[in-house]
């Protein structure tokens, strides 16, 4: 496989992983809206994804595929568009650390009509917030001006790490022993759990792009110079 073949392998396998990501996350919203309990977490057995969980991939998922888009201001609006999560994941993060309840997962959507139990359901996880966090960081390092390989390689890292959760999560559901299921913990949902291994893949290609990039340009360069000899 040729540099310039990787190169678009990895855009396009990200694009993938943005609309998958985008996607399931609307399902999950609209089930909400719908009261679709298949819709909102793939079954009656399964948490569901939580309004404001499926709200960050709907966010996100435009971001990732934005950074390997065309768009003239990405770079800006790539910048500031990760904040939200960013801000909304930590204070998640604040409330599970301090166990002080400030109310984030109820700042959007309130439905009245599930009664009590949409207190429980709507509740994000550690897990999805930490996976929130750590993808929000991962978007933002991408989309500065200027291209830094250490920059890079750490949202890459953050990547695998939102993947490695996302799997690990999954499979637990696939396996019939769901993490956290059970006590006090707030476990994170099927489809969450599916979204963040797109999520995370997705981060660890385009943060890999630049790198495959400069390598073609330095080729290039070379074939150049030996012409010229």
Sequence with gaps: MTLSQKIERYSLFSELC???TFGIGSVALLGWKLNSKFLFSMSAN??????????FLIIIGILLYLLNSTFSAKKRFLFIGSFFPLILSALRLIEYISDFEIGVDFFFFDFENYG???TYAAK????DSLNM???SIGIMLLSFKREDKVLEYISIFLGNIVTFIGTVFALGYIYG????QTGTQVSMSFNSAICFVFLGAGISLSGSIPEVKNRLSVETQLEETKKQI
């Design 116 to 118: 009590r139990w949409y």
């Design 46 to 55: 399964y948490k569901p994804m939580p309004p404001n969980g499926a709200l």
């Design 133 to 135: 966090f750590l993808a």
């Design 124 to 127: 994000t996880s550690f897990f």
């Design 18 to 20: 943005a609309f998958l």
């Design 177 to 180: 022993v769901p993490l956290f």
